[in-house]
């Protein structure tokens, strides 16, 4: 059974870094997307970073040279990491992942992914 797990999320200052993890189990797919969303209290689910089949990476405006997204085929691992943080990034971030070779921007669309993990809270304080 595939398994998506995150982990690395916590408390910083703003202007700090974290790293989050999210490791696969049960992977079997040659091609897929691995992204990234966050859900902060009170709004909706919001795309934040997606790695492609390609290797193509995309970001979301508000993050766009802050953080940075990358995989590990190997350990079938993904990571986002994250510079210069602010207090509006405070959220429950989650990895997600959608096999296939897909075209277009689906890699913006939470219920293109089929599977999540669980999600991990990052907390910034001003």
């Known amino acids: 059974q595939l398994r998506l797990v995150e982990s690395g999320g916590g408390l910083v200052q703003a202007g700090g870094s974290l790293r989050l993890s999210c490791a696969a189990s049960?992977?079997?797919?040659?091609?897929?997307?691995r992204g990234w969303f966050r859900q902060a209290p009170g709004k909706e689910r919001e795309f934040v970073s997606a790695?492609?089949?390609?290797?193509?990476?995309y970001y979301a405006d508000s993050v766009k040279g802050r953080f940075t997204i990358s995989r590990d085929n190997a350990k079938n691992t993904e990571y986002l990491e994250m510079n210069s943080l602010k207090p509006e990034d405070t959220a429950v971030y989650y990895c997600?992942?959608?096999?296939?070779?897909?075209?277009?921007?689906?890699?913006?669309?939470?219920?293109?992914?089929?599977?999540w993990g669980q999600g991990t809270q990052v907390t910034v304080s001003s």
């Open positions: 997600a992942a959608v096999r296939g070779t897909r075209t277009g921007s689906y890699y913006l669309l939470d219920y293109e992914y089929d599977y």
């Open positions: 049960g992977w079997t797919f040659s091609s897929y997307t």
């Open positions: 790695i492609l089949w390609s290797g193509s990476t």
